[in-house]
């Protein structure tokens, strides 16, 4: 209950600040690019459940529906801007959506593609399924795109484990310093 309140007071108060630049990275993608400016993902949720996850597009119409590291190039699949939108985290923000509608949280494991079945599995084996998916987590903040899924996993674990309003606001600072240094970004 605390940690719900805490995401929609903050969901706001960024919304209220970022209002703008959400409007401008859309329409900067729209004017780039053919096609939508969001792209709705279908994403793994709270007891594995199947949810709509929206994101600035990124990569061109017609990309194939997997993992990134999973493309043979996908530099070629980009968008003009989408190399600058993922660095900056900017694809990001439209989950502020499913923060809002209650399928995301600010913290949290993030959510799986509906086809990464092996990390899937390895989150229900652990309890990971039983809490929300988060916009950020441990495991964001401790490698990102440059850990492999079973270490993911076991720092997904790990938050389960330890999660608390304190560490939510930890991982939330870590999050705004590797966003800020573009860390941990491979694509």
């Given at each position: 209950?605390?940690?719900?309140?805490?995401?929609?007071l903050?969901?706001?108060?960024?919304?209220?600040?970022?209002?703008?630049?959400?409007l401008?990275?859309?329409?900067?993608?729209?004017?780039?690019?053919?096609?939508?400016?969001?792209?709705?993902?279908?994403?793994?949720?709270?007891?594995?459940?199947?949810?709509k996850?929206?994101?600035?597009?990124?990569?061109?119409?017609?990309?194939?529906?997997?993992?990134?590291?999973?493309?043979?190039?996908?530099?070629?699949?980009l968008?003009?801007?989408?190399?600058?939108?993922?660095?900056?985290?900017?694809?990001?923000?439209?989950?502020?959506?499913?923060?809002?509608?209650?399928?995301?949280?600010?913290?949290?494991?993030?959510?799986?593609?509906?086809?990464?079945q092996?990390?899937?599995?390895?989150?229900?084996?652990?309890?990971?399924?039983?809490?929300?998916?988060?916009?950020?987590?441990?495991?964001?903040?401790?490698?990102?795109?440059?850990?492999?899924?079973?270490?993911?996993?076991?720092?997904?674990?790990?938050?389960?484990?330890?999660?608390?309003?304190?560490f939510?606001?930890?991982i939330?600072?870590?999050?705004?310093?590797?966003?800020?240094?573009?860390?941990?970004?491979?694509?």
């Open positions: 209950m605390i940690k719900r309140l805490f995401d929609l903050l969901c706001l108060g960024v919304l209220a600040v970022l209002a703008m630049p959400i401008a990275v859309a329409l900067a993608v729209r004017l780039t690019s053919q096609g939508p400016a969001l792209y709705w993902s279908d994403r793994v949720g709270i007891h594995n459940r199947i949810f996850m929206p994101k600035f597009r990124s990569m061109r119409v017609g990309t194939p529906a997997v993992a990134t590291h999973l493309l043979s190039d996908p530099a070629s699949h968008t003009p801007i989408g190399s600058f939108i993922r660095k900056t985290s900017l694809d990001e923000l439209p989950q502020l959506w499913s923060i809002l509608k209650g399928d995301m949280s600010f913290v949290g494991p993030r959510p799986a593609l509906f086809n990464q092996d990390l899937i599995d390895m989150r229900t084996e652990k309890g990971i399924h039983n809490i929300l998916p988060g916009l950020t987590g441990w495991a964001q903040v401790n490698g990102r795109d440059d850990i492999p899924i079973v270490q993911k996993v076991q720092l997904d674990s790990e938050y389960l484990q330890r999660q608390s309003l304190m939510d606001i930890k939330l600072w870590l999050t705004f310093l590797k966003v800020v240094k573009r860390d941990g970004v491979s694509h």
